[in-house]
């Protein structure tokens, strides 16, 4: 059973910086994609940032370019997303995901699997 489960999130004043977990149990694919999604109250889940684990490809939204950045540890089965300048507009549930069998190639990217998330609150 595939699981993955995000910890870290919590109430940041804006431009300070958060670290996010993502810690995934259950397959046994050695190629696949970690991604990240955010939702915002009352908007639709967007994509945020994509990792392959078998060269360490990434890809950004534009919206978080140059402030978050997304690692990971194969052995651990644990990725991260560090998110640093963090603005009000960042305020989400955020989420992360496996895609299997397939790389970080962008946005389009189909998931097979989510956590449930974890709030991120950036509030003055």
């Known amino acids: 059973q595939v699981r993955l489960v995000e910890s870290g999130g919590g109430l940041v004043q804006p431009g300070e910086s958060l670290r996010l977990s993502c810690a995934a149990s259950?397959?046994?694919?050695?190629?696949?994609?970690i991604g990240w999604f955010r939702q915002a109250p009352g908007k639709e889940r967007e994509w945020v940032t994509c990792?392959?684990?078998?060269?360490?490809?990434?890809n950004y939204a534009d919206f978080v370019k140059d402030r978050f950045t997304i690692s990971g540890d194969n052995a651990k089965n644990t990725w991260y997303l560090q998110m640093s300048s963090l603005k009000i507009e960042d305020t989400a549930v955020y989420s992360c995901?496996?895609?299997?069998?397939?790389?970080?190639w962008g946005s389009g990217v189909v998931y097979d699997y989510w956590g449930q998330g974890t709030q991120v609150t950036v509030a003055a």
């Open positions: 995901a496996v895609a299997l069998g397939i790389g970080c």
């Open positions: 259950g397959f046994s694919k050695a190629y696949f994609a």
């Open positions: 990792i392959s684990s078998s060269d360490g490809t990434t």
